[in-house]
């Protein structure tokens, strides 16, 4: 994967979450308090998008939690 592969894919990624969390009148706050982490954690998940480690884990709980299932 090329590095602007995964520069698209997360620009797309946070995207839809913002489209998302619109729709449901949240912030990034609200999103971090239904997934139960702190602020930071989901600022780092949006960063450091290439990463496998926690950034990882966290956009796999927003995916679903958002129901995003297509990124």
């Known amino acids: 994967m090329t590095e602007q592969t995964v520069i698209d894919y ?16 949240w912030v990034d706050k609200d999103l971090a308090k239904a997934l139960n982490v702190d602020s930071s954690t ?3 998940a949006f960063k450091q998008f290439g990463s496998k480690n926690k950034p990882y884990q966290t956009r796999q709980q927003i995916r679903k939690l958002l129901n995003i299932t297509d990124i």
Not at 10 to 25: D, Q
């Open 10 to 25: 997360a620009f797309e990624f946070r995207s839809r979450v913002n489209r998302e969390l619109h729709v449901r009148g």
């Open 42 to 44: 989901i600022a780092n």
